[in-house]
């Protein structure tokens, strides 16, 4: 159960920083209202503005240019330009998860597999998701809660999800596209030696 509290106290902090920015938005929306009332000031604000408005544009656009620059070098696809050292067939389905080592010539309704697999550390996996009813979501954890991939499980398409784990251990599989009223219950296990 170590893996829901954690996952719990992730959601409670996104929920505070999104109540504190919710206040934020709400204060300077609040102050703008409350110090815009004299038309003289409107005119004078609005000059102001428009004399560093050049100027914030100038250097949001570099701002962005960086950005892009620096994460676009981060994403994690190079590593995955090789052929698989193993591929797991997996299938979700209303509600559970169905996986398998190796690929499957059968329908995703007709496929039978378990929701346990094993497989090894620092090798590269690739997980062929689907999905045999509705949208479902095939998110991978470690053991300490942390969402290490993840990709859609759609019924008619066949994604691709490409990962090397790290070190061997239990990681944890959840649904993420919530499918209805057992969607909470579709868990599985990956084990890694
Ligand atoms: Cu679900």
Known sequence: MDIFNTLLSIQSFAATISF?????VVSVVAFLMISSKNVEEKHLAKEKVYKVRDKYF??????????????????PYSPFESHPDQEVTVVAMQWAWKMGIGKTDLSPSEFQGINEVTVESGKHIQFLVTSADVNHNFAIYNNAGD????????PGYQNKLDYIFPEAGEYHVLCLEYCGLAHGFMTAT????
């Open 147 to 154: 969402l290490v991939a993840q990709t859609q499980a759609m």
């Open 190 to 193: 990956i084990h890694v030696k």
């Open 58 to 75: 100038v250097f949001l656009s570099a701002c962005i240019v960086a950005g892009l620059f620096i994460s676009l070098r981060l994403l």
């Open 20 to 24: 504190i920015a919710g206040a934020l």
